[in-house]
């Protein structure tokens, strides 16, 4: 990429909360580098960034754009990530992969659940963070506020600038390293209303700084100063090391500020060489090891973005670690060891690709057609390869049953979910067997639904979306003992004869069926013996109170009758599935319900509106605890008070909660539910029928 040192690179995220004006700083920022002619609009539709039709049409983010860019002979790979909680995921994918981020918030509204939730997971990563005030021209903003808004959620905000205004008198803002003002017309004196609060700024700006460094904090008490090498030298490592967030402001709708945005871009965030090493192991023989920036070392990477593109195919995403890597290479998939090669690469503007002819440590680029290679994959040279950690991807929390609108378009309903699945790994499809419907999971309803708007966009299809059956299960609460099971069929010619007696009795949760062989003395010939085994087995598909599947019972199999003449496997399958279903009608049968384990992280303000929610869903809370401002409740909740709680959970907590849940076991479902799981199952029976 045009011979640009590995000092001189940078990549870095744009995070925070929806509406807060992340694409647009991305266009400004692109505008002021020269990467683009003219100032891109959100809202009209311009952006670079915003380049999908379903962005266009809500204005707002739901993929991760990447625009590399280059200015003042320094190279930039800007990452536009979502702010709306139903698309972060894919943002946070992308953090695991880059040196730095950028935090953007209002200047009219300040931090937010949505700023909070990326600021937490980038300090999680211990990325090195700018923030940016934007928004400044608004009415009612105030820097002040959302300074103070930063220290609330547990940053150490130090302001880098100030403002000269706010609203419409916004006119530039006071650089309190070198204590100019800077507006449209260049530097130049700090207005006489602003001195002693830039001044009085400034000084706290170089204590913050100062407590960062031992040495610098001795001098600045020795002498009562600092040199501005020392400021400079002290704010960059402060900052990189995660100890202060510095703050700068302005408005990427007029500019202002946006130029002091970028010498933080290139002089405090740091290069692939200052982030420092990367831990992988070796694949050949699995020893632990260290990765640094080299562009002479062996080829590694990591794929971080999946996009399906039109005209080239499947993209992959990828971040060089190490190494320099060259068109129509060969190379090795590291995670799921298979052998790749690369055809050519591409560096990304927004929707628009650039051919390049190679890249090395920090450089993101894209590459067609990788068959092995998803998202979260480890990329490596094939000798001397080194496998890095894989990226984990957040699962889906909410699932929607989908039915093709037209009969004839379900093969390709699924195919092309399948596609867009490749895409978007925090989206799930699959099957739930016993109830024979296609499940699409997603982190939130919108998630899903948008991807079905894109399913109809780029693929022609349509789908129905339903709330998904729950996977209930049928067991028994008794034993049963010396139930016969018997098939007798005579007719003119050879007649089938079968007969078994079974003992039936319950098992413990999550055993499944167990078939045991107690016949003696050749009352059943032992070929026979596994008929009556598969028959049991298909009777356990159908339950006889709603037909759910039967589980946790254990078959004795004590005793039968044959005729050397007419019986057979037939006869002792159907007199095996006969004698099941009376036993199990014998056995006192119940309703079983899925239980979930569910994490729950909200505000404290909520935790008494979500203690009485989860109890009223029969929910059962395990545990809380507290992490910083956030309350993390642990409960089991069933399925069923589950399918639509991520809607509920947001408008409780007016979209500052999140959950995560997983399946924990079955258990016994209260009366009044089983009574309307028969009730259902009756009136859907009767319907068919």
């Avoid at 068959?371 to 040279?381: E, I, M």
């Avoid at 505000?603 to 992490?627: A, K």
């Amino acid at each position: 990429m045009k011979n640009i040192k590995v000092n001189d690179t940078r990549n870095f995220a744009l995070i925070g909360h929806a509406g807060d004006g992340k694409t647009s700083l991305g266009e400004a920022i692109l505008f002021a580098s020269g990467a683009t002619e003219t100032l891109g609009s959100v809202s009209g539709g311009t952006s670079s960034l915003n380049y999908l039709p379903e962005e266009k049409t809500r204005e707002s983010s739901i993929t991760s754009a990447i625009y590399s860019f280059d200015v003042g002979g320094k190279l930039f790979s800007l990452v536009d990530t979502p702010g709306d909680s139903n698309f972060q995921a894919d943002g946070q994918i992308a953090l695991r992969a880059l040196d730095a981020a950028v935090l953007v918030l209002s200047g009219a509204g300040g931090a937010k659940v949505g700023t909070a939730r990326m600021w937490n997971f980038a300090k999680g990563l211990e990325l090195p963070a700018i923030a940016f005030i934007s928004g400044m021209d608004r009415d009612y903003a105030d820097f002040d506020a959302a300074v103070e808004s930063l220290r609330s959620m547990g940053a150490n905000p130090v302001p880098i600038d100030l403002p000269i205004g706010a609203g419409p008198e916004l006119s530039g803002v006071v650089d309190l390293l070198s204590m100019k003002a800077v507006t449209e017309a260049g530097e130049g004196e700090i207005p006489t209303e602003l001195a002693d609060a830039a001044t009085a700024a400034r000084e706290q700006m170089i204590e913050s700084i100062a407590e960062c460094d031992d040495e610098l904090l001795e001098k600045y008490l020795e002498e009562g100063e600092l040199s501005d090498a020392d400021i400079s030298h002290g704010l960059v490592q402060a900052a990189r090391s995660g100890q202060i967030l510095p703050v700068f402001c302005g408005s990427a709708l007029t500019q202002v500020g946006i130029r002091r945005l970028l010498w933080a871009l290139s002089e405090v965030l740091p290069s692939p060489a200052d982030r420092g090493p990367w831990s992988a192991t070796s694949v050949a023989d699995g020893a632990e090891l260290e990765v640094t920036a080299d562009p002479e070392a062996a080829f590694a990477g990591v794929v971080f973005k999946t996009i399906i593109d039109r005209y080239a195919g499947t993209l992959s995403v990828f971040r060089v670690v190490a190494g320099t890597i060259h068109s129509d290479t060969p190379i090795l998939n590291a995670t799921r060891n298979e052998k790749e090669r690369l055809g050519k690469l591409h560096v990304l503007h927004g929707g628009e690709h650039q051919e390049v002819d190679e890249a090395g440590p920090g450089d993101v680029v894209a590459v067609a057609k990788l068959k092995s290679v998803h998202t979260g994959d480890a990329l490596c040279a094939e000798k001397q390869g080194v496998n890095l950690p894989s990226i984990p991807i957040p699962q889906g929390v909410i699932s929607y049953a989908i039915q093709a609108k037209s009969k004839g378009d379900e093969d390709k309903v699924y195919s092309s979910l399948g596609r867009l699945v490749e895409e978007d790994p925090t989206l799930q499809l699959g099957r739930e067997a016993s109830t024979g419907e296609f499940l699409l999971t997603g982190r939130g309803e919108l998630h899903v639904r948008m991807t079905v708007e894109k399913l109809k966009r780029m693929f022609g299809v349509d789908v129905d979306l339903k709330t998904p059956k729950v996977p209930y299960r049928e067991t028994i609460t008794r034993r049963a003992e010396h139930v016969e099971g018997k098939l007798k069929k005579q007719t003119g010619g050879k007649g089938m004869f079968g007969v078994c007696f079974l003992t039936v009795e319950p098992m413990a949760r999550g055993e499944g069926i167990e078939f045991v062989d107690k016949v003696k003395g050749g009352a059943i010939p032992r070929s026979l013996i596994p008929a009556v085994e598969k028959g049991i087995t298909e009777a356990c598909e159908s339950g006889p109170l709603a037909g759910c599947p039967v589980v946790d019972v254990r078959v004795y199999c004590i005793d039968g009758k044959h005729h050397p003449v007419d019986s057979n496997e037939m006869a002792f399958k159907l007199a095996g599935s006969f004698g099941f279903k009376s036993a199990i009608a014998q056995g006192k049968p119940t309703i079983l319900e899925p239980v979930m384990d569910v994490e729950i992280s909200i505000p404290d303000q909520y935790v008494g509106d979500i203690m009485g929610d989860i109890s009223g869903r029969r929910g059962r809370v395990q545990s809380s605890e507290t992490r910083g401002t956030t309350q993390i409740i642990n409960a089991q909740v069933p399925m069923s008070e589950m399918l639509e709680y991520a809607s509920a959970l947001t408008s409780v907590t007016a979209g500052q909660g999140e959950f995560h849940m997983e399946y924990s076991h079955y258990e016994e479902a209260p009366a009044h539910v089983r009574e309307k799981i028969i009730a259902a199952a009756n009136a859907a029976k009767s319907k068919d029928s």
